[in-house]
């Protein structure tokens, strides 16, 4: 006999008792109740049900008339899911409202199958949560699961199963047995158990089940289990004699205290237990003695049994959980009942009622019911599929298992792991530990940086010292022809384009990289627009020697300086335009190389920068073909051969550029944009510059007009009237 199963009966007689008594629910209004035993068993539990919707068959039958309804008006039960489930299908046919005080199974939640069932436990979908992020807060990530084959455990370990996944938990295996299995299943479960390598055990089964398992399991070899238990079974002391379950920790029903319920368990009698066939069968078995005489092997009970004295889950009322769920369940039906029949003030006795008006009782929202329960937990107890990747290393997922088993294997060049299984980075070098990434730019006390300083301070040295022979000799016929004022200005882009490279050394700052791009634009293209000039100058004044020609008019002097303005003012128009939509910045490359981060300027636009260096490329261009056009004017007279072969350098040094630029890594980006620049700006002063310079120094005679002029003297006169000196 199951003592605690007849607690649970007795809760509900001791429930209605007390209604009757009550002045204020159902007043002058006797509830009358029929107690049937199911036996946990389906075929009972059917049978019951159509008991309930036919007639009468009590275990125990406590009716409030001789006569009674073949319908009753409410059912509290059954204890376990399965037969609940068999007796809502029955009982939903006939509208007869059924509540349970411990079918926790979440399918019988679904109204559409089951509208007559109600319960005041909550439902094991809350419970499968719960658990599963209990697990996790513990660290358990590797975890074996058994469970009753019913619908209670198979039902209970889906849910939990389907949110342990969620919270990234796996587990090794899922056993399910049932009490009427054969031993062989059981010991075949057990078996799985003790070889297994998870050593936390969630278990979604029933108390006779676990009653089973435990026994096995108690068996040398005893396995050290950490166990994960549910409301059926958790708060049980009778399992703390098995030393494998000190460590259980679950959620269970809240206890709760039922005034005078101890007190109405123990005031039973002999005589009052001859009455039912039930407590006669509990009498007798709990003192070992017979109410009807002597039996075979068992003594006569002669009235010194005292109840008291017994213990056992009868008379405990320590832990009133499952008890209390019984009382509340009768007390919803009670007061349902009370809606039906009631008004404020009085009862009508002869009122009938439908059993389907009663489906308006009270539904329990119990999502909050339940609590922890701990028995003693583990403190040491770890559950993993595979230990934890020490620092340096990496997870690698063993094929064809959980994600939970793993390798450990060294982290890649240029990746680190410094943590206990975390994510590899890229920004640090060592595999086990941080160490700051050396950080690259063309820095002033670098090798290369120094030689393209010295390159550059040269390139300035020489404009300036052409400036002033040009100036001591400005006079001088040579100055004077090739247009001294575009030279001086020439001169001074020159020196420009030479200091400008300097702003490209050193380490990237917000401000150098705006300045570094814009100056290099704006001077190239002072620089261009005078050589420009300067070739116009030449086509012009030889145009100008046509009979009736007054084409210099249109090109003098003035016309000369606004052109220049115009060509350079565009190109700043173009800078400034870059500037305020996307500008140049520092940035960190991280990505060019492993061990190095490479601080370079951000070209913000793309589109800006090839802008610029378009617009130059188109004037060197334009400037070449007119310096081509003119290559072939008296020899002593004419410069634009020079300017045509300084053109045809700077362009194949900037066509070079392009590939050599996209090409080049980390500073070296930067060095051949100078390298560029200079380059660029020596074949300009060298080619336009060089050969006046030499005459002027080294051949003084030939710095004559009539050298210069040649067999052209008669120019002399239009070059003056025209002021190109």
């Not at 607690?7 to 007043?27: G, H, K, S, Y």
């Not at 010194?304 to 369940?329: G, H, M």
Request: aromatic share 12%; net charge positive.
């Amino acid at each position: 006999m199951d003592f605690r199963q007849l607690r649970f009966a007795r809760a509900l007689e001791f429930a209605i008792r007390e209604i009757n008594n009550e002045t204020v629910l159902l007043p002058g209004i006797t509830l009358g109740y029929q107690i049937h035993d199911s036996c946990s068993d389906v075929q009972m539990a059917i049978k019951c049900a159509v008991q309930f919707a036919n007639g009468v068959d009590p275990v125990f039958n406590e009716s409030c008339s001789k006569s009674v309804s073949a319908t009753v008006p409410a059912v509290v039960g059954d204890s376990s899911s399965t037969p609940s489930i068999s007796m809502a299908r029955m009982l939903g046919l006939f509208g007869i409202p059924q509540v349970s005080h411990s079918s926790s199974c979440a399918c019988l939640g679904d109204k559409s199958q089951f509208p007559a069932f109600f319960r005041t436990i909550p439902s094991d979908q809350h419970q499968a949560a719960a658990l599963a992020r209990m697990v996790k807060l513990f660290g358990w990530t590797w975890i074996g699961t058994v469970r009753s084959e019913s619908d209670y455990g198979n039902d209970g370990m889906a849910s939990f199963l389907k949110a342990a996944h969620e919270e990234g938990i796996c587990v090794e295996y899922s056993e399910a047995y049932y009490r009427t299995q054969p031993h062989s299943k059981l010991e075949s479960v057990a078996n799985v158990i003790r070889r297994s390598t998870a050593r936390v055990i969630v278990a979604f089964a029933s108390i006779g089940d676990m009653r089973f398992l435990l026994e096995e399991l108690a068996k040398p070899p005893s396995p050290r289990l950490q166990w994960i238990g549910t409301s059926s079974w958790i708060t049980q002391s009778e399992f703390l004699r098995y030393n494998m379950c000190a460590g259980a920790i679950g959620f269970g029903i809240p206890k709760s205290v039922i005034p005078g319920f101890r007190d109405f368990l123990l005031d039973l009698s002999p005589a009052q237990a001859l009455k039912s066939p039930i407590l006669k069968e509990f009498w007798e078995s709990s003192f070992s003695c017979s109410l009807k005489g002597r039996a075979a092997g068992a003594r006569e009970c002669d009235g010194s049994e005292d109840i008291r004295t017994l213990q056992n889950p009868y008379t405990d009322t320590s832990q009133l959980r499952f008890s209390n769920l019984v009382y509340k369940a009768t007390y919803a039906i009670a007061h349902a009942i009370h809606g039906i029949v009631c008004n404020d003030t009085q009862c009508d006795k002869t009122s009938e009622f439908a059993p389907w008006q009663v489906h308006n009782l009270a539904v329990y929202d119990a999502i909050n019911w339940y609590k922890a329960f701990l028995i003693h937990l583990i403190s040491d107890s770890l559950s993993l599929c595979s230990e934890s990747c020490p620092p340096g290393t990496r997870k690698a997922v063993q094929k064809g298992r959980p994600v939970c088993c793993y390798d450990c294997i060294p982290c890649a060049e240029g990746e680190i792991s410094n943590k206990t299984g975390c994510v590899l980075q890229s920004i640090m070098w060592n595999e086990d530990s941080c160490l700051p990434k050396l950080v690259e730019f063309l820095s002033w006390n670098d090798t290369l940086a120094i030689i393209l300083m010295v390159f550059s301070i040269t390139g300035a040295f020489m404009a300036v010292c052409v400036t002033v022979v040009f100036y001591k000799h400005r006079a001088s016929p040579i100055v004077r022809a090739n247009n001294s004022e575009l030279s001086f200005l020439l001169l001074f882009s020159l020196t420009l384009c030479f200091l400008c490279s300097l702003t490209f050394i050193g380490r990237p700052s917000e401000w150098s990289c705006m300045l570094r791009h814009t100056a290099f634009g704006i001077t190239f293209v002072l620089c261009i627009s005078c050589v420009l000039g300067k070739t116009i100058v030449v086509l012009m004044a030889f145009r100008a020697t046509l009979p009736g020609s007054n084409v210099m008019k249109w090109f003098g002097p003035p016309q000369q300086r606004l052109s220049v303005l115009a060509f350079t003012l565009i190109q700043a128009v173009i800078c400034v335009i870059w500037l305020k939509v996307y500008p140049p910045l520092p940035f960190k490359n991280v990505k060019h190389y492993k061990d190095k981060i490479i601080l370079e300027c951000n070209l913000g636009s793309g589109i800006g920068f090839w802008v610029v260096l378009g617009y130059i490329g188109l004037l060197a261009v334009l400037c070449f073909i007119l310096a081509f056009l003119a290559r072939m004017l008296p020899d002593n007279f004419n410069e634009a051969k020079f300017i045509t072969f300084s053109m045809l350098i700077f362009c194949a040094v900037w066509i070079t550029f392009i590939p050599a630029y996209v090409s080049s890594p980390g500073k070296f980006t930067v060095a051949v944009e100078i390298f560029a620049i200079l380059a660029s700006s020596f074949g300009l002063i060298i080619c336009i510059f060089a050969p006046k310079c030499f005459i002027i120094i080294f051949k003084p005679t030939k710095n004559t007009k009539k050298h210069l002029m040649g067999p052209f003297w008669y120019l002399d006169a239009e070059l003056q009237s025209h002021k190109m000196a």
